[in-house]
């Protein structure tokens, strides 16, 4: 952790009045900034290398066709720092928003690359008078354009099984495994880009610019991905110490390593989680840290919800654990205020609970089951309350049913219950339900939106 990163995590011992609003820039501004200012850059310097070049066909519907093919290339570098998982970035804004962001951009890439072919085509098929079908076969004659016509096809394909529709109806494996064939098609992309009439050959600056630009995104992925995974598992090499049942569908799983004092992980973030015993090593799920990080142990908490969490009831203590992370930006580093509110629902808990044990000042926990028998990690919850001086509610029943209906988190319920909500930093995690209503009544009292944090328990959108 940097001393930047300490000061923000502190935030209490700075001001020491409950609500005050911390000073400096919020992290995921300065992180939302970066990412703004790669993109304009590089637009800009794209755009005038353009200009600059002698690409012009002078026929206008093939060198509009050739601009759109420029941003394709930039938007799939811009693709491919979204998903690197660099720390830094995943920090500040969260996996969350940006596979959020990706899937956003990665439709803007379909729709680029479509506008980059329509015009390409017919422009050629105007320019030399041919019907357009042919001209697709003539185009596809020279091979760099039959690779860019592969690498389309790949593109179509992922972001048709990407519509929410088709996604739903896809096992997560699945989906994910066909999505890996995105990076044959950038590949594909960039021989087409090398060997096509672009500015990537058009001088020997704008070569090395392009050469420069997929090198840097390259070696982000390959770094985010593959090295820093690798490292750190080879460094800390991980093993289950212990596997507790909480009830009967939840489960903890307590792990040790070697130099766990050196691994940057903190309250609130979680960990993709690969246990290598026979059958399941080929699962990887992600679970919160259900306790903060201590430098000798590490804990998750998961409730069984199809094979792979409810596999982990029975992982043999000993087995050897591949975890990438640790990920999100559910943490103490996005904190405005020196006072938390910290709501949780269901299993929902588990990074409240590990944030629980990092927070300092004014902290009030709203944890939200059906019955109190459904409240996992309670008496941690509570022990720790009373040792923070932390006021916890445990609000049970069924949403909407009784008179008057139970609905503690409708805007005037929540603002009975913690009265100074708006000078507060609100940390929600839950099912989507809860979390989306809390969210509603958030914004109808009016706190602050850089003051609220969610963690969904979704990455895929
Ligand atoms: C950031 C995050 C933190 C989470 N923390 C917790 C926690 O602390 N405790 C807890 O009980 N649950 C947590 N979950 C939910 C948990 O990951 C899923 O319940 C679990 O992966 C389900 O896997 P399964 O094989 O049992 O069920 P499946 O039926 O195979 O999967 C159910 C759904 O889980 C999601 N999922 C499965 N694998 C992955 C993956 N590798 N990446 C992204 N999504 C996946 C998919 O949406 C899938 O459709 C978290 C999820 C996320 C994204």
């Known amino acids: 952790m940097t001393a930047a990163d300490e000061t923000l995590t502190r935030p209490g011992r700075l001001t020491g009045r409950p609500g005050t609003l911390l000073p400096g820039r919020h992290p995921a501004t300065l992180a939302r900034a970066v990412l703004v ?23 206008v519907l093939i060198d509009v066709g050739k601009f759109f093919g420029l941003h394709v290339a930039l938007v799939m570098i811009f693709q491919l720092l979204l998903v690197a998982r660099l720390p830094w970035l995943d920090r500040r804004i969260g996996m969350d928003r940006l596979t959020a962001w990706h899937r956003w951009v990665g439709f803007t890439l379909l729709w680029t690359l479509i506008l980059h072919v329509t015009f390409i085509v017919l422009g050629y098929a105007r320019r030399y008078a041919t019907p357009v079908p042919r001209q697709v076969v003539s185009l596809a004659g020279s091979f760099p354009v039959l690779l860019g016509m592969a ?8 972001a048709g099984l990407s519509v929410r529709y088709a996604r739903r109806r896809l096992q997560y494996e699945t989906w994910h495994a066909l999505h890996l064939a995105l990076y044959l098609a950038v590949t594909l992309a960039l021989v087409h880009q090398m060997f096509e009439v672009s500015t990537f050959t058009s001088s020997a600056l704008a070569t090395a610019y392009w050469w420069s630009l997929w090198a840097f995104a390259g070696l982000a992925l390959l770094g985010g991905r593959v090295v820093l995974p690798l490292w750190r598992n080879a460094r800390h090499r991980l093993r289950v110490a212990a596997v507790v049942p909480e009830s009967d569908t939840v489960v903890s799983v307590h792990l040790r390593g070697r130099h766990l004092d050196r691994m940057p992980a903190r309250a609130g973030q979680f960990f993709v ?5 026979a059958g399941r090593w080929w699962q990887a799920n992600p679970f919160s840290l259900s306790a903060a990080p201590d430098g000798r142990s590490l804990r998750l908490t998961a409730k069984a919800v199809g094979s792979g969490s409810a596999g982990l009831r029975h992982v043999p203590v000993g087995t050897r654990v591949f975890a990438e992370g640790p990920y999100g930006a559910f943490t103490a580093l996005q904190r405005v205020t020196d ?27 709203l944890y939200r089951v059906p019955t109190r ?26 949403t909407g049913a009784g008179s008057p209906p139970n609905t503690p988190f409708a805007p005037e319920n929540l603002h009975a219950l913690v009265p100074d909500i708006t000078g507060r930093d609100v940390y929600v995690c839950g099912p989507p339900a809860m979390t989306d209503a809390v969210l509603r009544s958030l914004r109808a009292l009016r706190v602050p939106r850089r003051q609220v944090h969610a963690e969904r328990f979704s990455l895929a959108g």
Request: overall charge negative; charged content about 15%.
């Open 151 to 158: 690498a389309l096809a790949v593109i179509v394909v992922v």
């Open 37 to 59: 200012a790669f993109v304009l850059i590089n637009v800009v310097v794209v755009e005038a290398l353009f200009v600059t070049s002698d690409v012009a066909s002078k026929h």
């Open 373 to 398: 028998a459904d409240a996992v990690l309670l008496a941690e919850l509570e022990a720790l309350a009373r040792m923070r001086g932390a006021r916890l509610h445990v609000l049970t029943g069924r």
């Open 273 to 277: 989680w690969r246990f290598l015993s």
């Open 339 to 365: 006072a938390t509110l910290l709501i949780a629902g269901g299993v929902g808990v588990t990074p409240i609970r590990a944030l629980l044990e990092e927070l300092d000042g004014s902290v009030v926990v």
